[in-house]
């Protein structure tokens, strides 16, 4: 339920976050480019992501946003340490 509405939100348009992640992470698999290029488009795609599951820890607008925040955070640190 969405605290400040009192309705349930069911599907919305990604914010910029979100969205940046998306359209890196599908450039990255269909561009497939390698060595410096394809690090960089990896680490912002891991960024943006972070930042959106951080933003919706912190402000979801419902308990299962926030979450869901949480899982991606905890998933992406995992990540992290794994690859370091």
Do not use: C, K
């Amino acid at each position: 339920m969405d605290r400040r509405s009192g309705g349930y939100t069911v599907a919305q348009f990604p914010n910029l976050p979100l969205g940046a992640f998306l359209v890196l992470t599908v450039v990255r698999l269909a561009a497939r480019p390698a060595g410096t290029a394809g690090t960089a488009l990896h680490v912002a795609a891991d960024v943006s992501l972070a930042v959106w599951a951080i933003d919706e820890l912190l402000r979801g607008v419902n308990p299962f946003r926030r979450l869901l925040g949480l899982v991606v955070v905890a998933a992406t640190l995992v990540d992290l340490v794994r690859s370091a």
